[in-house]
């Protein structure tokens, strides 16, 4: 069983920057994906970005690419998120995940078996 635990949201201006961190607890050899999701108020879930532990691959979703860049410190067990020139549209509710295995769907969230309870980011003047 897993623990995850986000941190580093909150309200931003447009343009401007936030580094959101997950933190992994619990029987942490049993993952092998992370991954950050959001859901914006009356929206379905996004999939925003992953990153295998193992050798570092990534998923990136268009709408973010070349703005969030995703890492990893197995040695902290945790996931970050670094999020710059955030525009309005990325205002949601961010929730990290992690899978047992890299035979995930990041667009969708299937094969994701642990969830954090979520961060909000809000990009607005």
């Known amino acids: 069983q897993l623990q995850l635990v986000e941190s580093g949201g909150g309200l931003v201006q447009p343009g401007g920057s936030l580094r959101l961190s997950c933190a992994v607890a619990g029987f942490t050899l049993d993952y092998s994906a992370l991954g950050w999701f959001r859901q914006a108020p009356g929206q379905g879930r996004e999939g925003v970005s992953c990153?295998?532990?193992?050798?570092?691959?990534?998923y990136y979703a268009d709408s973010v690419k070349g703005r969030f860049t995703i890492s990893r410190d197995n040695a902290q067990n945790t996931v970050y998120l670094q999020m710059i020139n955030l525009e309005p549209e990325d205002t949601a509710d961010y929730y990290c995940?992690?899978?047992?295995?890299?035979?995930?769907?990041?667009?969708?969230?299937?094969?994701?078996?642990?969830w954090g309870r979520g961060i909000q980011v809000t990009v607005s003047l």
């Open positions: 990153i295998s532990r193992r050798d570092a691959s990534t």
């Open positions: 995940a992690a899978a047992r295995s890299w035979n995930v769907d990041c667009r969708s969230g299937l094969g994701f078996h642990y």
